[in-house]
């Protein structure tokens, strides 16, 4: 389960604020080590389709503790892992999805933010990211 | 679309209060009017099956414009509307929605809340009501 | 996540024990607390229908911490959580779903079984648990 | 249905000591000739993703009776089964996914693995066939 209510929140409240800054209207969505809902925010004007892209981007990062892109590099046609995302009930393999793990090497949870080029996108979740660990598996052992 | 992501928040933290007042761990769950996802929390220790029931009960209190609660009284076996949940991807029929209604007779959104009895799922559901109008649909005409 | 894969191991092992000790043929499932797939067996001419029903009672259990057959109770017309079977994507909510609670009040997986009657479905569950923990919610506060 | 309860835990059973062996974490799925699960493990610190890529793997490999791989070279844009991964509730047709044949040409399940790279989960896959058969079709014809 690992992630606290309190930190989510302060995780959306930091992803709503980068997104502010650089005038961007997102869907963010944090969700515990098990891939569970834990806090969803859509801001004013986002786009609807954005709410499940938002999710699943975080599913994403969380079912395979790395970011969605990654997942994303793997699974073009001709790669390994060509068609992944009818795994899962669906996955989104492009930027934006980001796992969130502590300095122990334990999976926390994950974030995914949609709403604008996935530059942008990628760029909230980061600074979601930030407040409770890192999004980059650390070179020893990481653990669910 | 109507109830703004400022408002969302706020019925999310005067729900949370509210839990918090009376001892209890919810899911809570503010759609817009069009039944899309605006804002979720889901407090330390609450179910993990109440995501989706906090969700869905703000569908159904949504997509009706009335209590979830009502709707419940008239699915019952032998009544006019048995059945009704296996509509709209799944209904939650039991008291913990309300749809939020303003001053003038305008639906602007829904709040769903599950995670103790359905007396103090309605109870919690009720103060994030508040924040923003209504949830009794008033005598003249109501809109969308 | 919580329960480990030795213990998994463990709970089905001793859940098939008590299947072949009673004379029956079942399906059994262990989810983590998270309730993602942890551990799954049919033993040889178990119904092919009873392996969604053993995942699906596991779900239930883990979902809202308590015995699948409670949910039930509750869940009859008339009843308070009339029709809570229609969310999260299908509950089963009779008995054979037991959740794993360790001595310290925290959830830390569920069992599910299918197969028999009811009856035998919830013992074959009981001796899955007693491997790892209770499955009454100890009077302190529980906790995910 | 053809795969015993017991050869279903050998083959889990010889996955798992080969992951061990090569230092990987998977997901392993055993399925009978009908595509109905017979056994199932995650290994500690396995991908919660991979749960689902596992048993879809097996079962690509045996509502075909080829390797999920196999499918996957014929699903390429401009090959002629591209797109079958939208049949049959989802298919995942990257390598980890084989049949398990017996001697006398006839199908009696499939294995499913998931957790590394593809070249890790045909390894691990292979050691599991091996238990109980083979995974290349034999030349006279198979029969379910």
Not at 85 to 108: A, C, Q, R, W, Y
Request: charged content about 20%; glycine content about 12%.
């Amino acid at each position: 389960m690992h992630v606290s209510f309190e930190v989510a929140q302060e995780i959306i409240e930091k992803a709503v604020e980068k997104s502010k800054e650089i005038g961007v209207k997102m869907c963010i969505a944090v969700l515990d080590s098990g891939g569970n809902l834990k806090s969803f925010t859509r801001m004013d004007d986002a786009w609807v389709g954005s709410i499940d892209i938002a999710i699943k981007k975080a599913k994403t990062a969380c079912y395979f503790a790395m970011p969605s892109g990654e997942i994303g590099k793997l699974s073009v046609p001709g790669s390994p892992l060509y068609g992944i995302e009818h795994s899962n009930d669906g996955l989104i393999t492009f930027p934006g999805g980001l796992p969130i793990v502590d300095e122990e090497g334990m999976l926390i949870g994950a974030i995914g933010v949609s709403g604008d080029t996935v530059e942008n996108d990628h760029l909230v979740a980061q600074a979601g990211v930030n407040v409770a660990g890192v999004c980059d598996i650390p070179k020893h052992p990481w653990r669910t």
